[in-house]
């Protein structure tokens, strides 16, 4: 497994503290196949490397968690990136002046039908919208009994069935009704066809222009692999897409397919089919697919408790140092590394007093990562007894630590006084009983 081959490769580098360029492209290797195994596209699989490689290289290795466990986790986190373009799903367009227009396309067999009637089902009864669904499907004899059919199964109203009318006509029928039936919602479910060809782009680009739909999905076997790509880019060119489906991801496939989909669509996927069953529709859920690409929950589930540890090990650390009143510009200098590395404060640092004004000025790009650098580089030329006590530093020290770390005597000035407002907050704090006063007063 791609887990007992990045053990063998890292076990030779357990205890290093950061990972080198040399470690993670090997690492990668291995990652290369586990992506081709579960069928993701090459192109996908080159730059997706790449990215994740820059990210690795440098990145600290948590304590208690072998160099191999990091980049699975730093893997993991960037598929999971890929798989949601970093973004949260935004909900459906189902609150305009109704009825709100969903539009449904894909391939022959893709799932359609089925995900229409789940979706409707899912819109009655968790959003309590009245749903009006309606097959566009005139290619295949049956089609629009089955959608009937299933509308009775969940109990969602569908349009009365007139034979001889095109699929256009269908769909503004559908929209006429429901408005005036009073409906929140109508579903529109296409026809497919086997492959991609013009006759059904023409088709679908046709009922859209006619009916302007608030959302027009996608749908998508997840089992068609890389061919999902070329569909999914094939419809992107004709109609606006506003999200994806990805069905049978109940089934074998790793999942390879919904890696490309995000960025290929450039909308998010918004539900995962999971069985036949009229219930089996589910919210994408980005960590989950992720996991299951990868092949490896367990250890990234192991670097993130682990992770998880370690903070409370520092906050320990600090605390400790809180009870005796102490804060020196050695702490100072971890708080600002901590502050690079996560790109802001996390944890208890974040909820400390003089931190929430760092915060707000990091979060605002009033510090910025170079700053921040400069600030250690003054910490780090000071003698040790200057950082212990600070208080010692006279003019003459301050031009000597400005000339040894490239600053000016201001910008040490700068450092002492962010210093001194958070010796002064450290204080005040264990006025009011320490970390864990402070806790019990948040809690
Ligand atoms: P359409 O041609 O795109 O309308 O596809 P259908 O909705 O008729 O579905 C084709 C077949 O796929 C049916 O037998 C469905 O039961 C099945 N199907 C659809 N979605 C899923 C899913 O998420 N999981 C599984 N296992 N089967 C599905
Ligand atoms: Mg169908």
Redesign the pocket.
């Known amino acids: 497994s791609l887990s007992e081959r990045l053990g063998g490769i890292f076990d030779r580098l357990r205890g290093r503290g950061a990972l080198t360029e040399i470690d993670v492209r090997a690492a990668m290797r291995e990652v290369r196949v586990a992506l081709l195994e579960a069928d993701v596209a090459l192109p996908v699989v080159k730059d997706f490397i790449e990215a994740a490689t820059q990210r690795a290289i440098g990145a600290e290795v948590i304590k208690s968690v072998t160099p191999g466990q990091q980049v699975v986790k730093i893997v993991n986190d960037c598929l999971v990136e890929l798989l949601s373009g970093g973004e949260d799903v935004p909900p459906l367009k189902i609150n305009v002046t109704p009825p709100a227009v969903i539009m449904m396309v894909?391939?022959?067999?893709?799932?359609?039908?089925?995900?229409t009637a789940k979706l409707a089902s899912w819109l009655g009864t968790r959003e309590r919208k009245k749903v009006l669904m309606a097959s566009l499907?005139v290619a295949r004899p049956a089609?629009q009994e089955?959608l009937r059919v299933l509308g009775e199964q969940t109990e969602i109203a569908t349009l009365p069935i007139i034979p001889g009318q095109t699929p256009v006509q269908i769909a503004e029928r559908a929209r006429q009704s429901a408005r005036l039936q009073g409906f929140d919602v109508v579903l529109l479910?296409t026809a497919?066809r086997l492959g991609v060809d013009e006759a059904l782009m023409a088709e679908m680009a046709a009922i859209a222009g006619a009916t302007n739909p608030d959302e027009i999905l996608l749908?998508v076997d997840s089992l068609t692999g890389q061919d999902a790509v070329n569909v999914a880019a094939a419809f992107k060119a004709r109609v606006a897409l506003t999200g994806v489906i990805l069905?049978?991801?109940?089934?074998d496939a790793r999942g390879g397919a919904a890696l490309s989909m995000r960025s290929v669509t450039g909308t998010p996927i918004r539900f995962a089919?999971?069985?036949?069953k009229l219930d089996?529709l589910e919210a994408f859920d980005a960590n989950r697919v992720a996991g299951r690409i990868l092949g490896m929950g367990d250890i990234v589930g192991l670097v993130e408790k682990a992770a998880a540890n370690f903070e409370a090990e520092q906050a320990e650390k600090m605390a400790e140092k809180l009870a005796k009143g102490q804060f020196d510009m050695d702490d100072l200098r971890q708080q600002l590394g901590q502050m690079k590395k996560m790109g802001g404060l996390s944890g208890l640092a974040a909820m400390m007093p003089g931190m929430g004004a760092a915060k707000k000025a990091m979060d605002s790009g009033a510090i910025n990562p170079k700053l921040l650098d400069r600030m250690e580089a003054i910490i780090l030329s000071m003698t040790a007894k200057e950082r212990a006590k600070p208080e010692i530093l006279t003019a003459k020290r301050k031009i000597r630590i400005a000339n040894g770390s490239g600053t000016t005597v201001q910008d040490v000035n700068k450092v002492l006084k962010m210093h001194q407002e958070m010796a002064n907050a450290m204080k005040r704090l264990k006025k009011m009983g320490g970390i864990k006063g402070m806790m019990k007063m948040l809690s």
């Open positions: 894909g391939l022959q067999g893709s799932g359609k039908t089925t995900s499907d089609a089955q479910d497919g749908v069905t049978r991801m109940d089934g089919g999971t069985g036949e089996a």
